[in-house]
T-cell receptor, first 116, second 113 residues
Framework: GAVVSQHPSWVICKSGTSVKIECRSL??????MFWYRQFPKQSLMLMAT?????????EQGVEKDKFLINHASLTLSTLTVTSAHPEDSSFYIC????????????FGPGTRLTVT | DQQVKQNSPSLSVQEGRISILNCDYTNSMFDYFLWYKKYPAEGPTFLISISSIKDKNEDGRFTVFLNKSAKHLSLHIVPSQPGDSAVYFCAASSRGSNYKLTFGKGTLLTVNP
């Protein structure tokens, strides 16, 4: 149980274009999903928290207009990187939390984004 | 300001021996701690966790110890196996932060056959 999928697993796009990444909880309903970013040999940095049916909460320093998050259902959240630039190239990972007051998060396999 | 620190970037042990991964934290509001295992280009996999009201939690070959006064926790793996080779992340959370996870930078464990 507690499986989270991400699509695509990797994507290459040209500078200036937008890219959408999907995160799905496959066997449970996720009231809250999280989006992380990981640079090589670095920690996972939380970008934003999204709750189903409400606006995402972004961490300090994360541009809301650049990283658009939508959590339209209890099993799907999307992250859209708008007007991507090479510095946005990174590994993006989502996680999902089933119970509202649960510490444990279940992570997706991640999406490698390369902007050329 | 790093609230969760894993000061050893890497650790190498022999198969069958004990692996000890360490983690320190600075925020006294953290009340729950988790260890995740991660392979390259994959998402983290949950290993084991511990509440701040406990000082030890065991699950098979994995044991986590918590020393609240020292703000220190450790993950023991015994016996270590080559398949344990991965990056291990320590994470901390609190009710006050809406259960968000704060991660350390990770420790690369290599178990040599």
């Amino acid at each position: 149980g507690a499986v989270v999928s991400q699509h695509p697993s990797w994507v290459i796009c040209k500078s200036g274009t937008s890219v959408k990444i999907e995160c799905r909880s496959l066997d449970f309903q996720a009231t809250t999903m999280f989006w992380y970013r990981q640079f090589p040999k670095q920690s996972l940095m939380l970008m934003a928290t999204s709750n189903e049916g409400s606006k995402a909460t972004y961490e300090q320093g994360v541009e809301k207009d650049k990283f658009l998050i939508n959590h339209a259902s209890l099993t799907l959240s999307t992250l859209t990187v708008t007007s991507a630039h090479p510095e946005d190239s990174s590994f993006y990972i989502c996680s999902a939390r089933g119970a509202p007051q649960s510490y444990e998060q279940y992570f997706g396999p991640g999406t490698r984004l390369t902007v050329t | 300001d790093q609230q969760v620190k894993q000061n050893s970037p890497s650790l190498s042990v022999q198969e069958g021996r004990i692996s000890i991964l360490n983690c320190d934290y600075t925020n006294s509001m953290f009340d729950y701690f988790l260890w995740y295992k991660k392979y390259p280009a994959e998402g983290p996999t949950f290993l084991i966790s511990i509440s701040s009201i406990k000082d030890k939690n065991e699950d098979g070959r994995f044991t986590v110890f918590l020393n609240k006064s020292a703000k220190h926790l450790s993950l023991h793996i015994v016996p270590s196996q080559p398949g344990d080779s991965a990056v291990y992340f320590c994470a901390a959370s609190s009710r006050g932060s809406n259960y968000k996870l704060t991660f350390g930078k990770g420790t690369l464990l290599t178990v040599n056959p």
